[in-house]
């Protein structure tokens, strides 16, 4: 696509064309003598800065200063070359002060003057008002050299600049003006067949045929302009096949989008935002979404209703944040996906270094994580084995915290029961079971294994634990990753599922599962219906299915198969590869929303096996955008009902108060983060809300967790 401004010239390789005939002027070479000189400047100049050579971009030419090189030395009158000199721009802007509408009229009065003064024209006579800049316009020039009128124009406008004129000085001043005109429009034919050229060769054709987008005075109202323009193009370039269209507003891109693509391209956006339509959520959804989760919460942490709630409000046990006091060397293993870690952790004081971690990761495969309980906790006592041996700790009995990420009824610090698997995993003979025992028996089955298990975490308490232990305001902890979960201290007074009504208690929301009532109906859009059915857990953790990476891919995948499917995106064509399940990760969306430009977009969809055209690569830019956007959202919506609900049980007026974070798509997806944080500040008003990403969370904070639950138990024996 090429735009032209006067002041400049942008091109794609294909399609389009665009430019404005005011001033500043843009178009390129003077007739057949010109168009070599511009092909040598095209042909051997590479976009300067661009890492490949895939793909398309628009430039932007400025070919207004063609001709500052001497290239045009012997094409300039001694009229262009006074004009250039009483300009404020000498020597600069060459091929635009022969062309702009601007400096065709100062071009007009300049030899009007210098041949008066040379006594040539108006018997020698000179008036100030000749002789001052601005004092001709483009419309005067358009009616002098019209074949009617045009003798009775130029004796009027002659007047008006206080000078008598015969009717031989009209004829004369009448040429003039259809001199500068003409040579104006054919030095544009020529440009324009210049960037056509240029077009066909790169793109091997031997006819080219294409739109060119206008705009400016001289090509919207001067009729004989664009015939010139026309007449000598199709001299200059019979290969090429031109259809000029009319501009609806301005110059820039604006122009370029008013080619024949536009049209194209206005029915592709409309398509699309019908399509997102559901996908944006007002103040109004937002605000009733953190109120739904507000009851939610409220009836997960009744005594009576605890039982029917969606959001189930879990006791986690664990009531102290760490306060720096703590010491000695624990061990955490962190199971939450398809890999695992075990980790030596050594907490010390901040002087000594304070946490240092050692760490090894581990795989947990598809057959073992949809096994049973023997295997897949077996499993994973064979890798501690394996740690152990690496790092010389058998029969330390070490203190063990156990972070287990998925929803669990804790009845105890170190007791969890597993209330159902997520995140791809279906073990059997696990769920109803406590977690902590399944492992201490697998430990039994393997000799030399010596660990004493302190606590069982999730990882959403973890992450809270771990940032708390460097700022003493983190009272929530927040998953976005492959799930999505929060965690927060609420006060025990109101945890009616717990004895007890002093102090605090972490409570693990599994807010997950919000919506598996159907109250999320409204907010569900036929993709994420779609996405929940072909699950391997359809009808349950709905709001996390709105939010974590683990799923947002699959809804892209799903806008781009019914955008597909309406001929909006890739031509219509569903491809084998957009048919496969789980194409788009996390990743993906990261590196598409923080690309600049269409290329990156691009090339991140070629490697997927996908080709695609820019525009294409912008569409698929937007619905990444919009279904983040919308988790972060949605997301946000959680975490206000949270901070609310901190702030009323302190009963202050304003809350300043940490969330410690951690997660892929958090950390990973600059836009959804930020999104996050201002949809948060919107909803929750009253508190002052900082996010801290977590330092190892799953695995220094249940380390810490085990830490202090060892001080705890060593200052209060049984």
């Excluded at 070359?81 to 721009?89: C, E, F, N, P, R």
């Excluded at 080709?611 to 919506?637: F, G, I, N, W, Y």
Aim: proline share 2%.
């Amino acid at each position: 696509m090429l735009h032209l401004t006067w002041y400049s010239v942008c091109f794609y390789q294909r399609q389009n064309l665009s430019f404005v005939f005011t001033s500043p002027c843009s178009q390129k070479f003077l007739l057949k003598l010109l168009i070599p000189l511009l092909l040598a400047s095209l042909l051997t100049q590479r976009i300067v800065g661009m890492g490949d050579d895939a793909g398309r971009m628009c430039l932007n030419v400025e070919w207004g200063s063609f001709g500052n090189s001497a290239e045009m030395d012997d094409l300039l009158t001694e009229f262009d070359l006074i004009m250039d000199k009483q300009s404020t721009d000498q020597g600069k802007h060459r091929f635009e002060k022969l062309v702009g509408s601007k400096h065709l009229c100062e071009l007009v009065r300049v030899t009007l003057a210098n041949l008066a003064e040379k006594g040539e024209l108006f018997n020698g006579v000179l008036t100030p008002t000749l002789l001052t800049k601005g004092n001709l316009e483009l419309q005067d020039i358009v009616e002098i050299i019209d074949d009617k009128v045009g003798l009775a124009k130029a004796k009027n406008f002659l007047l008006r600049l206080g000078l008598v004129a015969s009717n031989q000085d009209c004829f004369q001043v009448q040429q003039i003006c259809q001199a500068v005109f003409t040579r104006s429009a054919n030095l544009c034919a020529a440009g324009l067949a210049g960037l056509l050229t240029h077009i066909r060769t790169v793109q091997g054709l031997s006819t080219l045929k294409t739109f060119v987008a206008v705009d400016g005075e001289l090509f919207e109202s001067q009729t004989q302009y664009r015939e010139i323009l026309q007449q000598i193009l199709k001299s200059l370039v019979p290969e090429c096949t031109v259809h000029f269209v009319l501009s609806e507003n301005g110059s820039g891109y604006g122009a370029a989008l008013a080619a024949a693509v536009a049209m194209r391209l206005r029915g592709q956006q409309k398509g699309m935002a019908q399509i997102l339509a559901p996908f944006q959520l007002s103040m109004v959804d937002l605000e009733r979404l953190q109120s739904l989760m507000r009851q939610e919460m409220e009836k997960g942490l009744g005594k009576e209703t605890h039982d029917t709630s969606i959001v189930r409000m879990l006791p986690t046990y664990v009531r102290h944040l760490p306060d720096g006091t703590e010491r000695g060397d624990f061990l955490a293993l962190d199971l939450g996906g398809t890999n695992f870690r075990v980790l030596l952790v050594q907490v010390q004081s901040k002087e000594e270094g304070g946490v240092h971690m050692t760490s090894e990761i581990y795989t947990v495969p598809l057959e073992i994580a949809q096994s049973d309980a023997e295997k897949l906790f077996g499993h994973i006592v064979s890798c501690m084995v394996d740690f152990h041996n690496k790092h010389n700790i058998l029969g330390r009995g070490l203190p063990l915290g156990f972070t287990f990420s998925f929803p669990c009824h804790q009845v105890s610090l170190d007791k969890g029961i597993l209330l159902r698997w997520t995140k791809g995993f279906s073990a059997e003979g696990c769920v109803g079971e406590d977690a902590v025992a399944l492992l201490k028996e697998a430990m039994q089955r393997t000799p030399d294994v010596d660990i004493d298990v302190v606590a069982i975490v999730n990882d959403t308490v973890g992450t809270m634990m771990s940032c708390a232990y460097g700022d003493p305001k983190c009272e929530v902890g927040l998953i976005v990753g492959t799930g999505c979960n929060a965690c927060y201290m609420e006060e025990m007074r109101n945890i009616g599922t717990v004895e007890g009504d002093e102090g605090r208690m972490c409570v693990n929301m599994e807010w997950g599962a919000f919506g598996d009532d159907g109250c999320l109906e409204h907010y569900m859009t036929s993709f994420d219906k779609k996405v929940d059915a072909h699950s391997i857990n359809a009808g349950q953790q709905r709001y996390e299915k709105l939010i974590s990476g683990m799923y947002l891919g699959e809804i892209v995948r799903y806008i781009l198969l019914e955008l597909a499917s309406h001929n909006i995106i890739f031509k219509g064509r569903e491809s084998s590869i957009l048919n496969t399940k789980d194409i788009f990760p996390t990743k993906f969306l990261s590196s598409v929303e923080d690309s600049e430009g269409h290329q990156n977009v691009c090339s991140a969809l070629e490697e997927l096996g996908l080709s695609v055209s820019p525009e294409d690569a912008l569409m698929v830019q937007e619905v990444c955008h919009t279904v983040s956007a919308r988790a972060a959202k949605v997301c946000a919506a959680g975490v206000a009902a949270v901070v609310e609900k901190i702030r009323e049980n302190k009963r202050m007026a304003k809350l300043e108060v940490t969330v410690g974070v951690d997660g892929t798509l958090y950390k990973m997806h600059k836009y959804f983060s930020k999104k996050l944080h201002d949809t948060v500040a919107q909803l929750a008003p009253n508190c002052t809300v900082k996010f801290l990403l977590s330092e190892d969370g799953s695995g220094k904070g249940a380390a810490l967790i085990a830490a202090v639950a060892c001080e705890h138990r060593q200052k209060n024996p049984m």
